[in-house]
């Protein structure tokens, strides 16, 4: 028996085939998607939304571990799967077992590999993470030939393409890739998946498309970044997937004077209603928003008052007529005309949207709408 949760993150299945659509339309027929899956789809859900892309244009799927993988295979996802992060030596076999492709930088990786390997080469162009020395990229790529093993792709990553307006560094790095492609024609060697586009250089730069892009945080209707936004100059419209919600599980009376949850940092400068909300940083509600987050109750703000326990908060409702227990609080997304948005919880706690919905706990409920 299930008991009916609390708080719930919801998941819009519509926004999510919208925004997936949108860089359909931006890439064209030809050039292949991955829907990057990782970190629990950035929080989302990784199998909610792995069951809908894949049914409606993704061609492949990106995720961070072999465990990610493994998941999907599990649910019987089919789609080609890049394992993106690293895989433990003694795991490899199970990588191929399962029919996961996965990066290469390291020659332990493929020494342990065989022939029924996918295996993408990842090249170091200045990001200065995972990668392959431009000048170890051929060897790389005979050892692979040496040993039968499939060299299904190469690709980069770039370091600050989302957020500069300035792309020039962005541009070197898609120069060295070229001359990685370039060395490797020299050597007859031909890869039949070439990428170097994440949500920004897809949606900017049409150049860095060779024939796969990865699509991560924009597939979840998040831009990478205010620079990213500026430069599209409403080109394409994305429309954010995730709500976070809870209900309300108190009411109660402060009177003017006195002081509101740990540490008394918020004190009652009249007659206060005050509601408890079942959410804190277990949660993923981070504790830098005590006194300062917000959240929608009834389509109006209700400020956050006090410190953001470990599983509950407090809001202020005086201003809210009619507020009853267990009615429905939006901590992220729309309610009426009112939105609290990724972008605002980030600036608050000095982070990026990326942070704010991947850390929401995955034990918490994904509902897709």
Same mark, same amino acid.
């Given at each position: 028996m299930k008991a009916e949760p609390l708080t719930t993150v919801e998941i819009? %299945? %519509?926004n999510l085939i919208h925004n997936l659509g949108e860089f359909r339309k931006r890439v064209g027929k030809r050039i292949k998607i991955m829907a990057v899956v990782k970190a629990n789809a950035y929080g989302h859900g990784i199998l909610e939304v792995a069951k809908i892309v894949s049914r409606n244009g993704a061609d492949w799927l990106g995720v961070a571990s072999l465990e990610e993988g493994l998941l999907l295979r599990q649910e019987k996802i089919n789609l080609p799967i890049l394992v993106l992060g690293y895989i433990p030596l003694s795991e490899i076999g199970k990588a191929i077992k399962e029919d996961l492709s996965f990066v290469v930088y390291n020659r332990q990786t493929l020494e342990k590999a065989n022939q029924k390997a996918k295996v993408h080469l990842k090249l170091e162009t200045g990001t200065n993470?995972? &990668?392959i020395d431009l000048k170890e990229i051929v060897f790389f790529a005979k050892f692979c030939q040496k040993k039968n093993i499939f060299l299904e792709g190469i690709y980069t990553? *770039? !370091?600050?393409?989302?957020? !500069?307006?300035d792309p020039s560094f962005a541009m070197e790095q898609l120069e060295v890739f070229k001359k990685a492609l370039q060395l490797l024609k020299q050597a007859r060697i031909e890869i039949p998946l070439k990428h170097t586009a994440c949500s920004a250089a897809t949606i900017l730069f049409s150049q860095t498309? *060779?024939?796969l892009v990865r699509v991560g945080i924009s597939l979840y209707g998040l831009w990478p970044s205010k620079e990213t936004k500026i430069s599209a100059q409403n080109s394409l419209e994305l429309k954010p997937v995730l709500s976070w919600k809870t209900k309300i !599980?108190?009411?109660k009376r402060v009177e003017k004077g006195e002081s509101v949850g740990y540490g008394r940092t918020w004190w009652a400068t009249r007659k206060s209603k005050i509601a408890v909300l079942p959410v804190g940083y277990w949660d993923g509600y981070d504790r830098k928003l005590s006194n300062s987050g917000r959240v929608l109750i009834h389509g109006q703000f209700a400020p #956050? #008052? &006090?410190r953001?326990?470990?599983n509950m908060i407090m809001v202020d409702v005086t201003d809210i007529s009619g507020v009853g227990l267990e009615d429905e609080v939006v901590l992220l997304g729309k309610q009426g005309k009112n939105e609290v948005t990724a972008e605002e919880l980030a600036e608050k706690i000095?982070?990026?949207?990326y942070e704010v919905v991947t850390r929401i706990n995955p034990l918490l409920s994904r509902k897709v709408v």
């Open positions: 819009s %299945k %519509k993470r995972q &990668g990553h *770039f !370091a600050n393409i989302e957020d !500069a307006l498309y *060779f024939n !599980a108190q009411i #956050v #008052v &006090g953001v326990c470990m000095g982070t990026i949207n």
